[in-house]
């Protein structure tokens, strides 16, 4: 891995940082939107290595047709997850994740 | 480390690893500002250089069709909805409160210890990558597997989209299945 000419490793650093900071923000953030702004950043970190592999390996389009899935999913997941934290902040009066110990309707 | 392995492989040299380190940059350091600001709104405005710094990424990788999508389902759709959400459910007073939970320590070394295994691993495993290639735009490409070997996931796709969207607007509205008499 050299410094002078980027390959296929310095793409998988990338989202491999992308990937942990991701992690960061849904394990120690409170705020249940920025946990959601985490799982973006995991998602975008996989499709990263999705595309960077099939670019870099066999070049067949199937890296990239993952990676169309994976975004098509993760809008799915943002509108599902959203609109939980709207019924959530409905119920509880808060987002926050520290304060919402019951899962009573 | 394996210069050997992957020498007549690079993908951008010159000019093009500057950018590439440039928009790396600016990706990482918003995507710590997504994870460091007090304020959700700071977040989710930081959160645009992360995404924009992905399509920027894919970019380099040679997949225009993929960078568009970002643009446009990411910053368009998703961000928009995250403000959205953000603007609905906070409140002034809890900005004053700590933004993060106890084991934030805790976190923080669990996620650095992921990073190190991760870059471990991503550097020292021979790779088996093939000489670089040129770039070919890959939107033809795409929208043909996509109705030939891949026509079924792509329907259930479409499939799954109806059923979030719904169930979105159902769980957001508070439908009450059982009817109270009056």
Known sequence: ?105 | MHETATGGSALLTGLGAAAFYLVCAVTIGSSLAVAFWRNAVYSAFALVGTFLGVAGIYVFLAADFLAVLQLMIYVGGILVLMLFAIMLTSKIAESHRAPRSVGAWAAGSLCAGLLAILVLLAVETPWKVSPAREAEPLTGAIGEALLTRYLLPFEVASVVLLAALVGAVVIARGVRWRREEP
């Open chain 1, 1 to 105: 891995m050299s410094l002078a000419s980027v390959g296929l490793e310095h793409f998988l650093v990338f989202s491999a940082a992308l990937f942990a900071i991701g992690v960061y923000c849904v394990a120690a953030r409170r705020n249940a939107v920025v946990m959601l702004m985490g799982v973006e950043m995991i998602l975008n970190a996989a499709n990263v290595n999705l595309v960077a592999f099939a670019r870099c390996t066999t070049g067949a389009i199937d890296g990239t047709i993952f990676a169309v899935f994976g975004i098509v999913l993760a809008a799915a997941e943002a509108a599902v997850a959203l609109a939980i934290v709207l019924a959530l902040f409905r119920h509880m009066g808060t987002i926050d994740t520290a304060d919402t110990r019951q899962m009573k309707g």
